[in-house]
């Protein structure tokens, strides 16, 4: 595309070059931010479906704008406890906590609002912004890259205020931001509804995986055999030579261990695979090597349990259901069962057959707040036992049918991923001045 005739060094690495008229400033200069600093012992209970004012939390955020409809709400006692952080349309809210920088516009504001903690306000001061403008450079790499310049090298749980009023913005005229908001709201629509399509495709594709796994386990692959009534509703009819029997008549269930922090043997020069809930898929049975390891002395010294080659491990607390079978001997933290079948069970088809079952599963656990499945509960989950040269069968087909589902969704994936760098780099390059939008139309796109 056009560029500007002329440019200037920024004197921001992240930037670089920008148009010769525009400016660089501290966020400070003509904005104001802020974030709540104490609430005098706000109590959970003071949180109103229907009250004076919305309280907005990062949670509340819905794309690029606030959901009021998701707000929790407070007294108007409370809302005017802190005039700095109640809200007006036109304001940007952008997240300090937890997923930092996360940004929504506020609009349609049709009541009081104000801040919970975990978010700043900024509002204009000397109307030299475009909020959509300003929209668009706070979503654009910029402040990735002005945390991370800003950083110490440990992993960042907090943008400060202090640090966060000094990032540098791209300053062009009112009405050249208004152009390039226009032209960003434009092609990233165009974009993002692409990446719409494609999560659809793959949010089908997985949905057949399941599909066709859930039938042939359940099923089996001969549709002229003769069926007969399981007795468990979401199992249904069954091949009339399969058994239904419960898990730990064919396998043992054993639960992982985290070897002591304190024993520095334990964890230097870690070499052999521990597995936690973060290594498990949730939607595959495909498992690879661990992100955490510990040493081989944990093993020997009996600190943890090595689970064999062909366990099944699956993610008993929290995440129930998670499950993934191993490819050589391993061991796991203690929120994970592993599942170790007898010589009458393919691996593989228990794999599967457990991939089928999780909503099942995932109905036994516990009530708790964080729910829980354990050894006793998942010996006694129902398990279906064809004939052994059956489970090889089924196994072959699903390893074949699966492998093929799961290359259409990395290709798509992978789509998807060069879509949403396009994106960044889209956004980038106009809020940087890389390309001359004064002249854009929408018009000359279509």
Not at 66 to 75: G, P
Not at 202 to 230: C, F, H, P, W
């Amino acid at each position: 595309m056009k560029k500007y005739e002329a440019y200037k060094d920024s004197g921001i690495e992240w930037i670089g070059e920008i148009p010769e008229l525009w400016n660089v400033v501290p966020l400070k200069h003509y904005l104001s931010l802020k974030g709540r600093i104490g609430w005098n012992g706000l109590k959970s209970e003071e949180f109103q479906e229907k009250s004076y004012a919305y309280l907005v939390t990062g949670q509340d955020f819905n794309s690029d704008v606030v959901n009021w409809e998701k707000c929790y709400q407070i007294s108007k006692e409370r809302y005017e406890e802190d005039p700095f952080i109640q809200l007006e349309n036109g304001d940007l809210l952008v997240t300090k906590d937890g997923t930092i920088g996360k940004v929504a516009k506020v609009i349609n504001l049709d009541k009081p609002a104000c801040l919970n903690s975990g978010i700043f306000v900024v509002k204009q001061t000397k109307g030299v912004f475009d909020q959509n403008y300003l929209y668009w450079v706070l979503v654009s790499n910029q402040l990735k890259e002005f945390v991370g310049f800003n950083s110490t090298g440990s992993t960042i749980a907090h943008l400060y205020q202090n640090v966060f009023e000094n990032m540098p913005l791209t300053v062009p005229t009112l009405i050249e931001q208004q152009y390039i908001a226009s032209y960003l709201d434009y092609k990233v629509a165009q974009i993002d509804a692409s990446v719409s399509a494609i999560n659809s495709q793959i949010n089908d594709l997985k949905a057949y995986r399941q599909s066709i796994i859930n039938e042939v386990v359940t099923k089996g692959l001969n549709l002229d055999i003769k069926m007969k009534d399981s007795g468990v509703e979401w199992i249904g009819e069954i091949p009339e030579t399969w058994k239904f029997i419960i898990l730990k008549r064919v396998a043992k269930v054993l639960t992982g261990t985290t070897p002591s922090t304190a024993e520095e043997n334990y964890w230097n020069n870690p070499d052999y695979t521990w597995y936690t809930p973060a290594d498990i898929k949730d939607d595959s049975i495909e498992l690879e090597d661990s992100e955490r390891k510990v040493n081989s002395f944990a093993v020997t010294d009996g600190a943890i349990k090595e689970f064999p080659k062909g366990s099944l491990l699956m993610v008993g607390i929290g995440s129930i259901g998670k499950v993934g079978i191993t490819e050589k001997p391993c061991s796991a933290n203690q929120q994970i069962n592993a599942i170790v079948f007898d010589s009458n069970v393919n691996p593989k088809f228990g794999a599967y057959f457990i991939f089928a079952s999780r909503d099942n599963i995932r109905s036994k656990a516990n009530a708790a707040l964080l729910p829980i499945i354990n050894q006793t509960t998942m010996g006694n989950i129902e398990f279906l036992l064809p004939p052994i040269n059956e489970q090889n069968s089924i196994v072959n087909y699903l390893d074949n049918k699966t492998s093929k589902i799961a290359s259409a969704i990395k290709s798509l994936e992978a789509y998807r991923d060069e879509l949403n760098a396009l994106k960044q780099s889209i956004i980038s390059e106009a809020v940087t001045g890389k390309i001359d939008l004064r002249e854009w139309k929408q018009s000359v796109e279509q």
